[in-house]
């Protein structure tokens, strides 16, 4: 793979141009990872109270509807968004996954999984004693998402 980088004074913003033979699955990937570094330092409007605050995305640990409100946890915080959990399943990167019918997590914040095989397993946030839980429908494509993050040996 061959890698240019052309820099044009003349451009109000910057453009990424991958050129290929064919869509791949490595092409995918990094057309993936490449709109996750953009997205990080995406925000998202939440309020609490009459406050409205801008959230980096990479601070958000996890979205749950509680009593018809969609509550957004960060370490410390909980702060209340407009959003129903569909829309933003469609609006986040790819770092924020569902994990069961009220939760969307950051998997870029899971700390530990405590597996349970009969029931919800529970997630551990980094940075937190914050905790949710994984429905078992769940939970494979989790998993499968957190492999993809690991380290290769």
Known sequence: MKITIEVDESLKESQLVLRCAGLTEDIMAIQKKLM???NQRQQLLVN?????YYLV???????????GQLA???ANEIYYSKYKLYEL????????????KSSIINTNQVR???KNITGASEVEF???NKKTFVSRS????????????????
Do not use: C, Q, W
């Open 112 to 114: 530990a999984i405590h």
């Open 138 to 153: 769940y939970y494979k494509a989790l998993e499968l998402k957190l492999r993809e993050k690991r380290l290769a040996r």
């Open 48 to 52: 609490r109270g009459e406050v409205d």
């Open 36 to 38: 996750d570094l953009v």
């Open 57 to 67: 995305l990479d601070e958000i640990l996890l979205f749950e509807t509680t009593g």
């Open 72 to 74: 957004v946890h960060t």
């Open 126 to 128: 980094v940075n937190s």
């Open 89 to 100: 399943e469609e609006l986040l990167p790819g770092s924020f996954m569902r994990v069961s």
